[in-house]
Structure formats: structure tokens, C-alpha cells
């Protein structure tokens, strides 16, 4: 844990806070890009109803093995190789509210490409956006949820950030957003905003969603996340959109409960 102030200091420029199915998966399980794997069950939860859950989650935990695909699902029951890094991050040529270059800012090249068009969109719209954070590294992620589990305990940490694995965020496909003028940066205040509700009815003409929708926490996982962003291309983008439905729902993959 995060125990002398440089270290807060340090990890605070480094990061920053994020962040019923259809009947049949418009996807195949070769095209979803994960393979089930076997959990080692070695948590003892005191209780046995916690044990029952935890065992019952263990079981649907699978590795994704194909990270690179696009339109990858990833959360806490689909998860990331160990380390696993993308290999063609770029900078996107938007703005941050931090000018100072990081590695956060990374996108992979066809999503990077994508944010700038959406922000070019947004700016002859009248719309200012902003970057917050982009791609975060296992380390990087490990440091952000352990900090956050300090700060509110596992369980309400795990409702808005992921643990190391499950992240998004280190697909490289995925980017935290605010408006132009650097308020609300992954806060739940962005919510209601013009630059929220313009990204809402655009992003998937851009080939993003709003990956955490409202009223869909029962099925990601995670509270509403107005500002979280991920590319999975325009064809799926539309076809989520459309339909209102979540990542989780397109793959009609196991719902995520915390």
C-alpha cells in the first residue's frame, strides 16, 4: 500500500480516478476471444453463503485468448493474460487536462484514430472534450485499486474500479473523458452535462460506447460511468447502441455481480 506522501504524489500524477440478455450472442465463443480456465479454489470465505459465491464466480472465470481483438470482453469474469500489453499504443492527437505527456494517454492506433475524429465531431459541434485517462499498465492498475481499497474497502472499491486483470483500461481501448474546461474528470457530477449527453447519442458513430450504462450494474458490474469510453468498433458500437444493451449482453455473457 501506498504508505509515504511522494508515493501518494507519484501514483496520483500517474493515474487518475475512473474509473436480461437478447437470447442469442450476435458473437461466436472463438470470436468473443476467451477460453475457460480452471480456479485454483483456495479462498475460504468465513461464511457458507460467501463460500457459494465465490466458488460459483471461480467457475466462471475465464481467460480471455485473444486480447488483441477489437471488440474484446473484459471484466471479472473475463480476464486478461498475466502482464498482457498492447503493442501498437499511440498518443491520440486530443487534448488532456494534463499536459504533461504520460503513458496513460496511450490508445491503441485504430482506437486512438477514432478518438480524434469523435473530438474533431464534438468541437464543430460546439462540444469541448477532454482526455482524463487512457491505457494504465497491470502495475498501474494493481496500484490504482489497491489505493482505492485503502481508501473505501474492497467492496465499494470494486464498484467503480477493477482489479488488476479485469481492467479496460489495459486493453488499450478504453478512455475516461470530462468536457473542455477539465471539470468533473471521472466524476459522477459529469453526469447530466451537454458534453455527457452529447457522447451519448454520437460515441457510437465513432465506434465507442458508454460501457457502464445506467440501470445496467446488475450486468457490468460497475456503477454508471457516463464517462468511460470504449472502442469496439463502429459495427458493434451500432448494433449496442440500437438495442441499449451492454458489452456483457452482446456476447450474452454471464452477468457480473460483485
Not at 486483470?165 to 453526469?191: M, Q, R, W, Y
Not at 465506434?207 to 470504449?230: A, C, D, M, N, V
Request: hydrophobic letters at 35%; proline letters at 5%.
Amino acid at each position: 500500500m501506498v504508505k509515504i506522501f511522494s508515493v501518494i504524489t507519484s501514483l496520483m500524477l500517474l493515474l487518475f480516478p475512473l474509473t436480461g440478455c437478447m437470447g442469442k450472442s450476435f458473437f461466436s465463443q472463438d470470436d468473443k476471444g476467451v477460453t475457460r480456465t480452471e480456479s485454483d479454489g483456495k479462498n475460504s470465505p468465513s461464511s457458507a453463503a460467501s463460500k457459494k459465491k465465490a466458488e460459483h464466480r471461480e467457475e466462471q472465470v475465464q481467460e480471455v485468448f485473444n486480447p488483441e481483438s477489437i471488440p474484446v470482453l473484459v471484466n471479472q469474469y473475463n480476464i486478461l493474460p498475466e502482464n498482457y500489453q498492447p503493442e501498437d499504443l499511440v498518443y491520440p492527437s486530443i487534448p488532456y487536462i494534463s499536459n504533461k505527456k504520460a503513458e496513460k494517454q496511450k490508445m491503441r492506433k485504430e482506437a486512438a484514430a477514432a478518438i480524434e475524429k469523435l473530438f474533431a465531431a464534438a468541437e464543430e459541434q460546439g462540444i469541448g472534450l477532454a482526455g482524463v485517462s487512457a491505457y494504465r499498465s497491470y502495475t498501474a492498475q494493481k496500484a490504482l485499486f489497491n489505493y482505492y481499497v485503502n481508501q473505501d474497502g474492497i467492496k465499494k472499491a470494486k464498484m467503480y474500479s477493477a482489479e488488476p486483470g479485469t481492467s479496460e483500461h489495459e486493453t488499450g481501448l478504453a478512455i475516461d473523458v470530462t468536457g473542455g474546461n477539465g471539470k468533473c474528470p471521472a466524476e459522477d457530477c459529469f453526469a447530466g452535462t451537454v458534453e455527457a449527453k452529447w457522447l451519448a447519442n454520437h460515441a457510437d458513430e465513432y465506434g465507442f460506447i458508454i460501457r457502464y450504462p445506467k440501470g445496467k450494474e446488475s450486468i457490468t458490474g460497475y456503477k454508471y460511468e457516463p464517462w468511460h469510453l470504449r472502442y469496439v468498433g463502429r459495427a458493434v458500437a451500432k448494433v449496442i447502441t440500437k438495442h441499449g444493451i451492454t458489452l456483457e449482453e452482446y456476447y450474452d455473457a454471464v452477468p457480473v455481480n460483485n
